[in-house]
């Protein structure tokens, strides 16, 4: 029994390292004149604001005059229904890939952890697909300009993100792949 123990007290000790050799990473740069605009999102992880997404989930980005983007997320319900979400993002300092998002009313603006991360992780030099999450691995979203992808980029990109630690077996695709 205690040979038995003493393999698997190392082997638990080493597991939370597995993160650490590949952290999340955000992109270390990022221009917000070419990311806005409208995305397509081609597949996620699961998130409560899209479990009545049937399709046609949009995100559109908007730079505005005070250093800060508009956000709207859309789709199409389980009913038919287009549901909408504005929000807004800020850039966070010294950080270029990394933003703050929040879908609350502004004058709840200050209180701090209404503010989500979002983190662009891997981008597309071109900028007609990006892959946005987060540092604790809960959330992923494959974008994309275009409404659907080529099979073997998404394989891809799928790839990177399982090498910075994701979980990607619940995946939920949104759409269709080429």
Known sequence: MHRLLVPLLLLLSLAPCAH???PVTSVPQLDMSRYAGQWHEIAHLPFSFQAKCAGDITAAYTLRDDNQIGVRNACRTTAGEMKVADGIARPVPGH???LE??????WLAWVPFLWADYWV???DPGYTWAVVGEPDRRYLWILSREPAM?????EQIKAR?????YELE???MAAPLR
């Open 101 to 106: 998002v929040r879908f609350t009313p502004d």
């Open 170 to 172: 619940p995946l939920i």
């Open 96 to 98: 270029p890939g990394r």
């Open 161 to 165: 993100a399982t090498a910075m630690g």
């Open 20 to 22: 650490a050799a590949n």
């Open 121 to 123: 992780i891997d981008l």
């Open 150 to 154: 080529d099979r073997a980029l998404f």
